[in-house]
């Protein structure tokens, strides 16, 4: 069984797959980024699962990279780097293909990788209170290995209003940008994704899953070369001082060299 996350499967073909550290805001380590791989193996072959229901524990949705992780990267060789960062890519790419409907329930807060795990999502519920951002420039580095999912979910031009600045926007910003797709109150949060489920039971299961597969393919998903291309530009900025700087002022609280004001 899993330890980081909770997988449960209800009769009728509903799936739901839970992030269970809520203690750590659900942030990604490697145990769970593995987990989440094998999660989406596991619900992929079995033929009773119909729909896949992708929720949270906890105050927050998923707060990023793991802050041990993170640690463990700054003395990491480029090798590891690389090996860690086509994990992630790895996992996103399997929850992206998945021949079955994903929708994601967000609860609370979701950065970096948590954006990336609503970019691979087929639906996307979000409380207005939700707050999303990418925030790796703060750090000094990059959106690199969620970029191809969020470039291809969100497009280039609505991209480039957040992937810059690290400044934190609402649900309703990343409805606009193309990130979640219905705002609900948290009170009709689990009414709305029930209802999104209880759709795809209608509907006849290969039929669903070869619909899903034009629309990634006429759609644009991520190719291997660009994922390739992420994962190179990610290791790249991690030997760059800036990531360095940003990364130990992060965990040493102070502002980093390049903060201004």
Not at 114 to 143: H, M, N, R, S, Y
Not at 194 to 208: D, G, I, K, Q
Request: a neutral charge; proline letters at 5%; hydrophobic letters at 45%.
């Amino acid at each position: 069984m899993f330890e980081t996350l909770t997988l449960t499967t209800e009769a009728r073909g509903v799936a739901r797959l839970e992030l269970a550290r809520p203690e750590k805001h659900n942030a990604l380590s490697g145990q769970m980024i593995e987990e989440l791989t094998q999660a989406a193996a596991r619900i992929d072959a079995d033929p009773a699962i119909r729909v896949l229901i992708l929720a949270a524990q906890g105050r927050s949705f998923c707060a990023g990279g793991d802050l041990g992780w993170m640690q463990a990267q700054m003395e990491a060789t480029a090798q590891a780097r690389a090996r860690e960062a086509r994990k992630l890519a790895d996992m996103l790419g399997a929850i992206n293909r998945l021949g079955k409907p994903v929708i994601a329930r967000i609860q609370g807060n979701t950065f970096g990788g948590g954006v990336g795990l609503a970019c691979v999502c087929d639906k996307v519920f979000a409380v207005p209170q939700a707050t999303f951002g990418l925030t790796e420039t703060k750090l000094g580095l990059i959106p690199a290995t969620i970029g191809p999912y969020v470039l291809a979910r969100m497009g280039g031009g609505a991209a480039r209003s957040v992937f810059m600045s690290s400044r934190p926007f609402y649900a309703e910003t990343a409805k606009r940008l193309g990130v979640v797709s219905e705002v609900v109150g948290p009170q009709a949060l689990d009414d709305a994704v029930n209802s999104e489920a209880e759709a795809y039971l209608h509907c006849a299961p290969a039929a669903v899953a070869e619909a899903k597969a034009m629309a990634l393919q006429l759609g644009g998903a991520p190719t291997q070369e660009t994922v390739d291309a992420s994962i190179a530009a990610l290791v790249q900025r991690w030997e760059h001082p800036e990531a360095t700087q940003g990364i130990a002022a992060f965990f040493a609280k102070t502002p980093p060299p390049w903060r201004a004001g």
